[in-house]
């Protein structure tokens, strides 16, 4: 396990931990020859970073073909492919070790391919990440001062920092990781060429938040209008009287207020919303829950589509279940029935046997089932 007691209280979004050996990545780990088979897939988000193209720090989008990958340099160069956990499976399962962490915070699984001497520059990210060698030797150099002049070099097509002194740094093996929490200057050079993966953790900013929020809510508030049955003559038509502006702060707030009720219920589709290239396929409705036991038949499973988190939460007698940017309003009683969607990536007829007979929790099955969250092993 990667996570722990001690790592929370002393290490999580306060100081940098570097553990030796900690992870035994699975013997079908994505290799040079499938990642870069995998570059040339369109719904895979890839960019490729040139340390030295026609600009330095040259960022090119994917999908790339073989003939362009073959015409790279002999070094300094990389491949990020995002999202990897949504796309393999045996990367996915390395998320088993961060246990304990909600599920909500992580993002993704990201892996890089660097040439010899590739990086993708000294910089800082936003979000906590784990860098997990996976492949090769690749040095990490940080710097933990938050004072330190972080101005960033003009005009390129990457966040790169212009001034960067390592305080610290370490040769990564595979099965080494290094966790950095949110702004700390870090510069991974590959010794030779390396696959790293890197589990980044998701931290919505207020903008982000307010823009979405701002876009569902706007229709339900449109409408509310300023009013003044009490207005007076007044000595100079050009003053704005701050009994105007009281009224008007008055009136966005309580329309804020009164829109954020049901806050939870919207910031779990929100955060369930699954990206453009990775929505699943929604199937025929069969208009009947009654057919969702023969999904299991020959022992088969259900399990969630890699995409589609499926989270829960309870707000003012609310249980809501979310998944694909869809919320499901529960009964209290379909508590133990949200733990377990939410706690597992996959179920058995056995495991959900209680809940089959149950219509109210069929016909949400079935519907997860028909949007394409839950499929058949
Ligand atoms: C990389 O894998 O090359 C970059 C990861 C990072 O710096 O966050
Ligand atoms: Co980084």
Redesign the pocket.
């Known amino acids: 396990m990667l996570i722990n007691h001690a790592f929370f209280s002393q290490h999580w979004q306060r100081k940098p931990l570097l553990l030796r050996q900690a992870v035994r990545l699975p013997e079908n780990s994505p290799d040079k020859k499938l990642l870069f088979s995998l570059a040339g897939d369109e719904n895979i988000e890839t960019r490729l970073v040139l340390e030295h193209g026609e600009r330095p720090w040259e960022v090119h989008y994917g999908p790339f073909s073989s003939t362009e990958l073959d015409q790279l340099p002999g070094s300094r160069w990389?491949i990020?492919f995002q999202d990897m956990d949504k796309h393999l499976q045996e990367v996915a399962e390395l998320l088993a070790q961060f246990e304990g962490m909600p599920r909500w915070r992580i993002d993704d699984i990201?892996i890089?391919y660097?040439a010899d001497r590739?990086?993708?520059g000294p910089?800082t990210?936003e979000y906590d990440?784990f860098?997990i060698q996976a492949a090769g030797k690749?040095r990490w150099q940080i710097n933990e001062d938050t004072l330190a002049d972080r101005s960033l070099v003009p005009g390129l097509d990457m966040k790169i920092l212009q001034h960067f002194e390592s305080e610290q740094e370490w040769l990564l093996e595979p099965g080494d990781v290094l966790y950095l929490p949110p702004g700390v200057a870090?510069l991974?050079v590959a010794e030779g060429e390396c696959i790293?993966w890197?589990v980044?953790f998701r931290a919505p900013s207020a903008g982000e938040l307010f823009a979405h929020w701002a876009d569902e809510k706007l229709r339900n508030v449109s409408n509310i209008r300023y009013s003044d049955p009490d207005l007076q003559l007044q000595a100079h038509r050009g003053e704005i009287q701050p009994q105007a502006i009281d009224r008007l702060r008055t009136m966005l707030l309580s329309a804020l207020e009164q829109e954020t009720a049901d806050f939870a219920e919207w910031f779990g589709r929100f955060i369930t919303e699954p990206k453009e290239n990775l929505q699943p396929f929604p199937r025929e409705p069969s208009g009947s829950s009654a057919g969702i036991r023969g999904l299991f038949t020959g022992g088969a499973r259900l399990c969630r589509h890699p995409a589609s988190d499926i989270l829960y939460t309870q707000e003012n007698g609310h249980l809501y279940l979310f998944c694909g940017g869809h919320s499901y309003d529960l009964p209290q009683r379909h508590l133990p029935l949200a733990i377990l969607l939410s706690g597992q990536d996959c179920w058995s007829a056995d495991d959900l046997d209680e809940w089959l007979d149950d219509e109210p929790a069929a016909r949400m099955l079935c519907d997860l089932y028909e949007q394409g969250f839950i499929q058949i092993d």
């Open positions: 990389t990020l990201m890089s660097a590739g990086s993708v910089h990210d990440v860098l690749r870090h991974g790293t890197s980044g």
